[in-house]
């Protein structure tokens, strides 16, 4: 509730009648004590004495009248400006509202489709969920000796990713919906353009194993995970990750220290 306001324009209409009242009582009182009858045409009698406080009570009047005019015009404008700062607050609200539910969303979605995530390992043992990504992981360590010896003349960039390539191609039903979700989800928030989206990188960072860092590290060198690679690079996603989660140290070269945070 808003407090009542002091408005001088109110008061300048009072102020200016009161002052030509004041005068004509004191031009009427000194006209009386000293009047004397004069010629014909130069005695100004009581009538026109009247006529000229009508006169003056009107032009106060009008003046208080244009002066209130223009106080009601500047309180307008005032709260028009108030009622669009309000508008923008709530439609700057509403946006936020928005992106909070579809980043937290996506990021349900992103422990759901790891959650279902169910496979079997060489020696036939069942894995799900985030254990299901180590054993992936495992395979890729095992089979980079394998892929070395049947490719010597590849270097070490290619033989990472052909590694890889073979591991994927035997999951690609089960990785490549948490591939294309994960990416998804960091373009929506690095497209948002908001001031504070590296926090929410830096939340959704947090929430990835190292596992996951590793897998995706692997895919980001693929021709398959060119965007992903740049857009990782842009929000550091690979600032976690660790060398013992790479099959050499010497593979982090693969990607440019910005994908640290350097």
């Given at each position: 509730?808003?407090?009542?306001?002091?408005?001088?324009?109110?008061?300048?209409?009072?102020a200016?009648?009161?002052?030509?009242?004041?005068?004509?009582?004191?031009?009427?009182?000194?006209?009386?004590?000293?009047?004397?009858?004069?010629?014909?045409?130069?005695?100004?009698?009581?009538?026109?004495?009247?006529?000229?406080?009508f006169?003056?009570?009107?032009?106060?009047?009008?003046?208080?009248?244009?002066?209130?005019?223009?106080?009601?015009?500047?309180?307008?404008?005032?709260?028009?400006?108030?009622?669009?700062?309000?508008?923008?607050?709530?439609?700057?609200?509403?946006?936020?509202?928005?992106?909070?539910?579809?980043?937290?969303?996506?990021?349900?979605?992103?422990?759901?489709?790891?959650?279902?995530?169910?496979?079997?390992?060489?020696?036939?043992?069942?894995?799900?969920?985030?254990?299901?990504?180590?054993?992936?992981?495992?395979?890729?360590?095992?089979?980079?000796?394998?892929v070395?010896?049947?490719?010597?003349?590849?270097?070490?960039?290619?033989?990472?990713?052909?590694?890889?390539?073979?591991?994927?191609?035997?999951?690609?039903?089960?990785?490549?919906?948490y591939?294309?979700?994960?990416?998804?989800t960091?373009?929506?928030?690095?497209?948002?353009?908001?001031?504070?989206?590296?926090?929410?990188?830096?939340?959704l960072?947090?929430?990835?194993?190292d596992?996951?860092?590793?897998?995706?590290?692997?895919?980001a060198?693929?021709?398959?995970?060119?965007k992903?690679?740049?857009?990782?690079t842009?929000?550091?996603l690979?600032?976690?990750?660790?060398?013992?989660w790479?099959?050499?140290?010497?593979?982090?070269?693969?990607?440019?220290?910005?994908?640290?945070?350097?």
């Amino acid at each position: 509730m808003k407090e009542p306001q002091f408005r001088p324009a109110l008061w300048i209409a009072p102020a200016a009648a009161l002052v030509v009242a004041l005068v004509w009582v004191f031009g009427l009182v000194g006209f009386i004590a000293g009047y004397r009858p004069g010629p014909p045409g130069l005695t100004v009698d009581p009538f026109t004495a009247l006529a000229s406080l009508f006169t003056g009570l009107a032009f106060a009047g009008t003046l208080g009248l244009i002066a209130m005019q223009a106080d009601d015009l500047r309180l307008t404008r005032r709260e028009l400006s108030e009622q669009a700062a309000q508008m923008n607050r709530q439609a700057s609200l509403l946006e936020d509202q928005q992106f909070q539910s579809m980043f937290f969303g996506l990021l349900t979605l992103h422990h759901e489709i790891v959650a279902k995530l169910r496979t079997s390992g060489d020696s036939g043992t069942h894995r799900e969920g985030r254990e299901m990504l180590q054993l992936i992981c495992s395979e890729l360590f095992r089979h980079f000796a394998g892929v070395q010896k049947r490719n010597p003349t590849l270097n070490d960039h290619a033989l990472a990713v052909c590694n890889f390539e073979e591991v994927f191609e035997r999951r690609s039903t089960l990785l490549g919906h948490y591939f294309r979700n994960l990416y998804h989800t960091l373009r929506f928030v690095e497209q948002s353009g908001r001031a504070d989206r590296g926090e929410y990188v830096r939340f959704l960072r947090a929430q990835l194993s190292d596992a996951e860092l590793m897998l995706l590290f692997y895919n980001a060198l693929t021709q398959r995970g060119t965007k992903f690679k740049a857009l990782a690079t842009e929000v550091h996603l690979f600032k976690s990750l660790s060398d013992r989660w790479l099959i050499d140290p010497k593979h982090r070269t693969f990607l440019e220290p910005g994908a640290y945070g350097a």
